[in-house]
């Protein structure tokens, strides 16, 4: 009795660990606020998209990633590929940490003509990777840093790293100057670097000709949205719509916490914004849009590639998710409009995503005056809606609605402003200026009277796409699973829906 005692008492608590390993197996991907078709890492901390280039058919994406824990701290690359930009194989860390040097965000390049000299045949193509050292001489003073631009390179298409030996390849001895986004200007047959002196407000840009020695070319900024520091330069060439094969570049940069672009001609030495200077154009006018930057090295024939980190630095550090912490909002493709003398950016999720699409529900048109409940249920959904507002209305879906109100996207006819307000959407409490960024709004002009809005609604992060991709707006939520209803609603007199369409969306997670 005694031995079978003491065999249970040795043997149920291993059962018990068992089953709590299997359970934590399954549940991995299926975690509370887990979001299926946005790309996490499975466990701990993540923000900056890295080094997005293109090869060989995957696209990489590096990330800002901490290996250790589920805060910021100890920034090393993570590393996952993928053909379609929405399903997601994970790799192993690429870059990491060593001797004080965190591995800040960069850029990766292919250095097809091997400018570098770190391939030593023929047959290998080295992949560079070109980012920002920041050095802390003393741990217990973590304000007290440099920063300078370091590179490394894999010659087995980005699995294993060698850092230069002669580092940094680009130092100021200045304590912020960081970012660099480099990229082949085939025109001069050169590299050239767009990197920030942030508290400046000004992007740098430089040339070099194997990625080791760099010319300071010219400087750019002050300029647009200066209330804080400016991080992660991004800039690329985006196609006019509908004119051929005309392009412009397209500049990048964030500033905390949000991001903004300028639009005009870069001739390999300088950039020279061309949208009105007293205006602010943002990619995104939600809270949760950050450190975009694009592809490098994609087919001729594809569309530029934007992503970003869908999270805000005032609170990302509490967000109550685990164990991971921060998602890559959805990939979006780039094209440019010209509107009234200005240079708009369009914006739209990459094809993929249509792939994970359900049989949809659909509806022809529902006049709503106060509210209507969907028949769908769903936090993994697609939904495309045309909005016809009355003469003063306030009106759109509420997601996430239940015990709570939800996560209202709206237009406000009167004033022309289309808003999000998760002000009784999900959990609130984790932190206290969360709370307080409920609202984010911006103008929208009606097209005909109609405004179409399209929207993915993935757990913890909503995204719209309002008038085919002029205004997009990203915000996340944690919302109770059971509120998962979808509701329609017009205050201030009646508005239309036509065309409803939801499509629950299958997980780019589960194989
Ligand atoms: C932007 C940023 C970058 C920096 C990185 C550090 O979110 O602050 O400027 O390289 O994050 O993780």
Same mark, same amino acid.
């Given at each position: ?217 010219? +400087? =750019? !900024? #002050? ?13 690329? *060439?985006? &196609? /006019? ?42 990619? +995104? =006018? !939600? #809270? ?13 024939? *594809?569309? &530029? /590639? ?206």
């Amino acid at each position: 009795m005694k031995k079978l005692a003491l065999h249970c008492s040795f043997i149920l608590p291993l059962l018990f660990v068992a089953t709590i390993a299997i359970r934590g197996q399954q549940k991995a991907y299926g975690e509370k606020y887990r979001p299926q078709f946005h790309f996490t890492p499975a466990v701990n901390w993540t923000n900056d998209p890295n080094g997005l280039v293109f090869y060989k058919g995957r696209y990489h994406l590096f990330y800002q990633y901490n290996p250790y824990g589920i805060k910021w701290g100890h920034m090393s690359w993570g590393h996952a590929e993928s053909t379609d930009l929405i399903h997601w194989n994970h790799l192993p860390i690429a870059i990491a940490e060593k001797d004080g040097t965190m591995i800040f965000s960069g850029s990766a390049v292919i250095d097809e003509n091997n400018t570098t000299g770190f391939a030593k045949n023929t047959s290998e193509i080295p992949m560079i990777a070109i980012y920002t050292g920041h050095y802390i001489a003393d741990t217990s003073r973590l304000d007290d840093y440099l920063q300078s631009q370091q590179i490394a390179y894999s010659l087995d298409n980005g699995r294993n790293w060698t850092k230069y030996s002669n580092n940094p390849v680009l130092d100021l001895h200045k304590k912020d100057f960081r970012d660099p986004c480099v990229f082949w200007y085939a025109p001069g047959k050169k590299w050239v670097m767009a990197v920030v002196l942030p508290r400046e407000h000004i992007v740098q840009f430089y040339s070099s000709p194997d990625l080791k020695k760099w010319n300071h070319l010219s +400087d =750019f !900024g #002050p300029a647009g949205d200066i209330k804080d520091i400016w991080e992660c330069p991004s800039l690329a *060439q985006v &196609p /006019v719509a509908g004119s051929g094969e005309k392009k412009k570049w397209v500049l990048f940069n964030s500033q905390q916490t949000t991001m903004q672009y300028f639009v005009g001609e870069f001739n390999g030495t300088s950039f020279v914004d061309e949208n009105p200077s007293s205006k602010i154009y943002r990619p +995104d =006018f !939600g #809270p949760d849009y950050y450190a975009g930057i694009t592809y490098n090295h994609i087919p001729e024939n *594809q569309l &530029p /590639v934007l992503v970003g980190w869908a999270n805000n630095w005032t609170y990302a550090a509490d967000i109550p998710t685990k164990p991971w912490r921060s998602m890559m909002a959805l990939p979006r493709e780039l094209v440019l409009h010209k509107k009234n003398q200005e240079w708009i950016l369009y914006q739209r999720p990459v094809p993929a995503v249509y792939g994970l699409r359900k049989r949809p529900w659909s509806a022809g048109h529902f006049e709503v005056q106060d509210k209507k409940d969907l028949p769908v249920r769903s936090q993994q959904c697609e939904i495309e809606v045309t909005l016809q507002p009355g003469a003063q209305s306030i009106s759109g879906l509420r997601l996430a609605h239940g015990n709570q109100k939800g996560l209202e996207i709206g237009y406000d006819q009167k004033n022309k402003i289309l808003f999000m307000d998760r002000g009784d959407a999900g959990s609130q409490s984790f932190n206290q200026k969360y709370a307080h960024m409920s609202r984010y709004e911006t103008k929208l002009e009606s097209g005909q009277g109609k405004i179409l809005l399209h929207i993915f609604f993935d757990h913890s992060i909503v995204e719209v796409f309002a008038n085919d991709g002029e205004k997009v707006m990203s915000m996340q939520i944690f919302p109770d699973e059971q509120d998962n209803m979808i509701q329609l609603f017009s205050e201030n007199g009646p508005a239309s829906f036509h065309n409803v369409k939801i499509w629950e969306l299958n997980s780019a997670w589960t194989k």
